[in-house]
């Protein structure tokens, strides 16, 4: 399974973009599919959340009302629309992919995307 992030780039505050997550050689329908970030010296922290069939949802506080994921299936792709940016939001971003709810560790990871947001 490879999973491959695109969408990042450099955004102003207030602002949208959206970062697409590409999954390859397994049955995309049957993961759990979640994205994190990871902000210069910080631990990397969950993001979002989704579920087989777009259920499950789950946000980050931080993000909550802000964000939204979403997934197709047919596509094997899972997007995360971030609106309102803030410079805080400013991390490489990953998504992870696993066929448990809540695994101990994620099985797949991708390369990251990175999004920076200006003031």
Known sequence: VQLVESGGGLVQAGGS????????????????????????????????????????????????????????????????????LKPEDTAVYYCAADPLLTPVSYDYWGQGTQVTVSS
């Open 17 to 84: 973009l959206r970062i697409s997550c590409v999954m390859s050689g397994g049955t995309f329908s049957r993961y759990y599919m979640v994205w994190f970030r990871q902000a210069p010296g910080k631990e990397r922290e969950f993001v979002a959340r989704i579920g087989w069939s777009g259920d499950w949802l789950l946000y980050a506080d931080s993000v909550k009302g802000r964000f939204t994921i979403s997934r197709d299936n047919a596509q094997n792709t899972v997007y995360l629309q971030m609106d309102s």
